[in-house]
């Protein structure tokens, strides 16, 4: 039997059948008198940040999550030790990019094994537009269930009307959008502390026509979904009107999730 080069062996799993992928080949890779090892890193309790504002949320369930993590690696390791390899496993709480160099030097492996992250939906970053309007939450509040499952990146983004620039009026103007921009991530934080969620997001204010701006923003942000809110339409006219879906939809550079309003499905049936 030739022998391999590799003698301890690093994977880094996520407790997902997925993440398990890997280990198919790397059994193989894994010699004879050699040690595999299980690492899972579960994220610490944490303060989120909405645009840099820290919400301090007290995570009890660390615990739980260190226990859990242990229930799902035992199995997954004597699997593999039935199939006569030598398996550690462990569990951190903490920064992965921290940690996970770390045990490398710490364990002197010779190979780390990483599956691309990138949840299998492909959302790496969500683009949430936002309103002002009374109920327009329940879109920034989908945006953020959808970045706290998957794992996105989150930007929730409202677009003014661009206004003429009026000389003398720039700080006015500045204290304008900043009282806009806080809005947002106030929204945000009462919808966080809420659900209990931890997610991170950057808001931002940006001019121009709402269609144009969002999908431009998108563009730049790489975003994989626009999450929007579904706007009331004004009886016989507004409904020969556009909606900001409509409008939005042609020059996306991804797909556009609209969010009934709240109160809406119960109105059509």
């Known amino acids: 039997m030739r022998s391999s080069p590799y003698r301890r062996v690093l994977v880094v799993l996520d407790g997902t059948d997925r993440g398990e992928r890997p280990l198919a080949w790397v059994r193989h890779l894994a010699g004879p008198g050699g040690m595999l090892h299980l690492l899972i890193v579960e994220p610490p309790a944490r303060s989120v940040r909405v645009d840099g504002r820290a919400v301090a949320f007290v995570d009890q369930l660390e615990d739980s999550a260190r226990a859990a993590a242990r229930a799902y690696l035992e199995p997954v390791a004597s699997r593999l030790r039935e199939d006569g390899l030598a398996v550690q496993t462990h569990v951190c709480v903490g920064d992965a990019t921290r940690i996970v160099p770390a045990a490398v ?4 492996v010779d190979l780390l094994v990483l599956l691309d992250h ?12 936002t309103s002002l309007r009374p109920g327009a939450a329940r879109a920034l509040g989908e945006a953020l269930r959808i970045a706290a499952t998957t794992g996105a990146a989150l930007t929730a983004l409202h677009v003014r009307a661009a206004a003429r620039p009026i000389p003398g009026r720039e700080e006015q ?24 969620r ?5 808001c931002e204010v940006g001019e121009g026509p709402v269609a144009q701006e969002i999908a431009r923003r998108a563009e730049e942000l790489d975003a994989d ?6 706007m009331a339409r004004r009886r016989v006219l507004g409904a020969l009107l556009p909606t900001l879906g409509d409008r939005l939809t042609p020059l996306a550079p ?3 999730l609209t969010i009934p309003r709240a109160g809406a499905l119960d109105a059509r049936g």
Request: with cysteine.
């Open 254 to 256: 991804c797909p556009v």
């Open 198 to 202: 931890a997610q991170d997001v950057r």
């Open 118 to 129: 990138r949840h299998p939906t492909g959302l790496g970053h969500v683009l949430a537009a």
């Open 173 to 196: 103007e500045r204290v304008a959008i900043e009282r806009v921009r806080r809005h947002v991530a106030d929204e945000a934080m009462a919808i966080l502390r809420a659900t209990g």
């Open 105 to 108: 030097d710490e364990l002197e």
């Open 225 to 230: 979904l626009i999450v929007i809110g579904a």
